[in-house]
């Protein structure tokens, strides 16, 4: 898997595999960040969360688009290892990123000290971990005002109702093959 764009852009990522782990492929990928950048991300800015990280595409991507810092949130041992090994040999500096090999319910139940800009959730497919990992984004600040909240899941998803999370607005549902991406962000006050 190539890194597509930014200063990484054609660096390899080594990836892993384990039940439930899917990689992002090139096409979702691009589609992800053309609607971000679309709604006025700008990269410089912006602090990463990368929430079931797996190959940690998602994030290594918006480091190489010049994201200011990426916070990796990955279970799976060997997977967050070759997150390491992949920052490392592409040349990332380490205070531009970190890897968090732990269940990231544990992480995200903690109050966040500084909330991120964007959230990347991929969660596995049929497990119904979105709901809750938003709950809990919400719930203790890991969201920035007027961040963006972009998930990746299955597309036959049934879509958490509105209630759930009345602060957030639904501002992009798009499928593409097998996949669907969600963004969400806080409604603003006026």
Known sequence: MRIIAGEYRGRV??????????????KVRQAVFS????????WPEC????????????AFEALSRGAEEAWFVEMNKTAAKLI???????????????VMAEDLF???SRRAAEPFDVIFIDPPYGKN??????????????LAEGGI????VEAKLDLPPEADHP?????????YGQTRILLWTTEESE
Do not use: H
């Open 149 to 152: 909240i972009c998930a990746e």
């Open 13 to 26: 990522l080594k990836t892993t595999s384990a039940p439930g782990y899917r990689p992002a492929t090139s």
């Open 84 to 98: 390491n090994e992949n920052a490392q040999k592409i040349g990332i500096p380490s205070n531009r990123y970190r």
């Open 106 to 108: 544990k992480i995200i």
């Open 35 to 42: 609607m971000l950048e679309a709604r006025g991300v700008y």
């Open 167 to 175: 602060e957030l607005e639904l501002i992009a549902n798009k499928a």
């Open 129 to 142: 971990f979105l709901t809750p990992a938003m709950k809990a984004v919400l719930k203790n600040g890991w």
């Open 47 to 58: 602090r990463i969360l990368d929430l079931f990280a797996g190959s940690g595409s998602l």
